[in-house]
């Protein structure tokens, strides 16, 4: 079964960075689309960044982009997302999501997945 585990997740500073990690099995990477999305207490769910499998971009949410980038290692199975710059704006927990339905770059931070994991809780505080 398709399997999506984060990790990489902690607390840092305003400022600092993060590297996530999804580790993926049960399925071939390249043929899903995957992307990152991020929960805060009381907020609603949000696309953060994600990779087409129709096109092969990426896509990010406004408020990342040039901050973030959204990476895969195909060999190893692995999705990440390098989170530099952050703000306290950027807590929350962060999932790993994956489907192998077709999403354009245009629709792939939509609520179109069907496989996601845990979540890795990321802090970003003084």
């Known amino acids: 079964q398709v399997q999506l585990v984060e990790s990489g997740g902690g607390l840092v500073q305003p400022g600092g960075s993060l590297r996530l990690s999804c580790a993926t099995s049960?399925?071939?990477?390249?043929?899903?689309?995957v992307g990152w999305f991020r929960q805060a207490p009381g907020k609603e769910r949000e696309g953060v960044s994600c990779?087409?499998?129709?096109?092969?971009?990426?896509k990010y949410l406004d408020s990342v982009e040039g901050r973030f980038t959204i990476s895969k290692d195909s060999a190893k199975n692995t999705v990440y997302l390098q989170m530099n710059n952050l703000t306290p704006e950027d807590t929350a927990v962060y999932y790993c999501?994956?489907?192998?339905?077709?999403?354009?770059?245009?629709?792939?931070?939509?609520?179109?997945?069907?496989?996601w994991g845990q979540g890795t809780q990321v802090t970003v505080s003084s």
């Open positions: 999501a994956a489907t192998s339905d077709w999403l354009s770059r245009s629709y792939c931070l939509g609520n179109h997945y069907n496989n």
């Open positions: 990779i087409s499998n129709y096109d092969g971009m990426p």
């Open positions: 049960g399925f071939i990477l390249d043929e899903y689309a």
